[in-house]
């Protein structure tokens, strides 16, 4: 009986695998991810809340204890069976911020820290050729496109959630596209493009990010 009831403690464990704060949503981003949003899209400027649990049906509980205790908008939960993840935001800073004690509160006498963030994988492309360009914009249609001759930065993330940070703080740093910024899933994936100069100092706004991501 002792067996089964640790057993049974086991499976109600939730891991934390990814809590970012983002303070404002840049235009690019606020808009990509309102393409993609199930739920209330957020706006340019709003603040932004994204976390990410194992196993994935534990986000239901943390969605229900954001909404209830704050003023907070769902713009997205998505639920599989290895992880759960939910976003929200609103105008007010205060708002998010509050929503993200709550969850921590709620979870910090079951839960670990966050889990960190590692680079899967890393690349400058430059001088992209117009095949190349016609496919990446054929597959991704939720973005802009991509033009050639242009520089192409792609990263990918473990977990995946952090890349929404990675993509906020390119925006903000330089002058370029957001091609595709997916957060769901075991990996993170971004694709930016632009001029040469642009895409090195985003690039470089993102790796940053990933290695000292915000936390409220």
């Known amino acids: 009986m002792q067996n089964f009831a640790r057993l049974c403690q086991q499976h109600t464990m939730i891991k934390l695998r990814t809590y970012v704060y983002i303070d404002s949503l840049q235009p690019q981003l606020a808009e990509y991810m309102a393409s993609v949003s199930q739920g209330f899209p957020p706006v340019p400027g709003n603040a932004c809340l994204w976390v990410e649990v194992s196993p994935g049906m534990a986000i239901h509980r943390l969605t229900d204890k954001a909404l209830k205790a704050t003023r907070v908008h769902l713009?997205?939960?998505?639920?599989?069976?290895?992880?759960?993840?939910?976003?929200?935001?609103?105008?007010?800073?205060?708002?998010?911020?509050?929503?993200g004690r709550v969850l921590l509160s709620h979870l910090g006498v079951e839960m670990s820290e966050p889990q960190p963030c590692e680079i899967a994988w890393q690349e400058t492309i430059r001088g992209m050729t117009p095949d190349h360009t016609v496919l990446i914009n054929?597959?991704?249609?939720?973005?802009?496109?991509?033009?050639?001759d242009q520089s192409?930065?792609?990263l990918e993330t473990e977990p995946a959630g952090f890349i929404v940070y990675a993509a906020n703080q390119a925006e903000k740093a330089a002058n370029i596209t957001l091609i595709d910024?997916?957060?769901?899933?075991?990996?993170g994936r971004l694709t930016l493009s632009g001029r040469e100069a642009d895409v090195d100092e985003a690039a470089a706004a993102a790796i940053a990010a990933i290695r000292n991501p915000s936390v409220i």
């Not at 054929?138 to 050639?148: E, F, K, T, Y």
């Not at 910024?181 to 990996?187: D, T």
């Open 181 to 187: 910024v997916r957060a769901v899933g075991a990996f």
């Open 75 to 99: 713009a997205q939960q998505v639920v599989e069976r290895a992880f759960g993840s939910m976003v929200v935001h609103h105008r007010d800073q205060s708002d998010v911020a509050e929503a």
């Open 138 to 148: 054929r597959q991704n249609r939720r973005g802009s496109m991509i033009l050639p």
């Open 152 to 154: 192409m930065f792609i």
